[in-house]
């Protein structure tokens, strides 16, 4: 069974560009999550997707990023216009829901540098 | 809200050295809890988990149990090897009931096992 596909895995990007990560659940999960992992810190939930429908969006800085999953499979994630402090790992994870705990598969992340 | 504290890194061991991670945390409702491991290079993995008081949840020689008077889930593991040497990372979910079962994570431990 092929995993959480994310791309690109690293991208440099001077502040006030704009930059976007792409994320591929594994087949047939539902849920969609977009994390943010600052170094040194566990990752933050920044957005939860069912199929496509947001379920909370409550850590997402709204004013620069976005995100969609507009038929329910992949995901995008935007940041415009970047800042220094967005320089983090993004992590997508997907769960199938109707287990007990909706056990989370993470991808490999995308690390962003912001200069 | 719901929070997670696991004890600061790094953690350095000899190989065959007991381990023990600690791990507390705070919710407002009954979470499941998860300890995930990050190789290096490599995403997140789940570890292993317990979704109720007095669980125990076990995978590759690593144990932890759920405490709930103590609201603790510390990581332990008799023997130690090389290869066990990554970031783990105490996290909690479903606290809230609902559809939302987003991690809430901790910082993380560096693990580095020497031969």
């Known amino acids: 069974e092929a995993g959480v596909a994310q791309s690109p895995r690293y991208k440099i990007i001077e502040k006030r560009q704009s930059v976007a990560f792409w994320c591929n659940p594994i087949?047939?999960?539902?849920?969609l999550y977009w994390y943010q992992q600052i170094l040194g810190q566990g990752p933050k939930l920044l957005i939860q997707?069912?199929?496509?429908?947001?379920?909370?969006d409550s850590q997402l800085p709204k004013d620069r990023f976005s995100a969609e999953r507009l038929k329910g499979v992949d995901s995008t994630l935007k940041i415009q216009p970047a800042k220094l402090e967005d320089s983090a790992v993004y992590l997508c994870?997907?769960?199938?829901?109707?287990?007990?705990?909706?056990?989370?598969?993470f991808g490999p992340g995308t690390r962003l540098t912001v200069l | 809200g719901d929070s997670v504290t696991q004890m600061e890194g790094p953690v350095t061991l000899s190989e065959e050295a007991f381990l023990t991670i600690n791990c507390t945390y705070t919710?407002?409702?009954?979470?499941?809890l998860f300890w995930y491991v990050q190789y290096p290079g490599e995403g997140l993995q789940l570890l292993l988990k317990?979704?109720?008081?007095?669980d125990k949840g076990s995978n590759k020689g690593f144990e932890a149990t759920y405490r709930k008077e103590t609201t603790s889930f510390h990581l332990e593991k008799g023997s130690v090897q090389v290869s066990d040497s990554a970031v783990y990372f105490c996290?909690?979910?479903?606290?809230?009931?609902?559809?939302?079962?987003?991690?809430?994570f901790g910082k993380g431990t560096l693990l580095t096992v020497n031969p």
């Open positions: 317990a979704t109720k008081a007095d």
């Open positions: 996290a909690l979910s479903g606290s809230s009931g609902g559809s939302n079962y987003k991690l809430t």
């Open positions: 919710a407002t409702g009954y979470p499941s």
């Open positions: 997707f069912q199929n496509n429908g947001v379920v909370d």
């Open positions: 994870a997907s769960s199938f829901p109707g287990s007990s705990y909706n056990e989370q598969f």
């Open positions: 087949s047939g999960h539902a849920t």
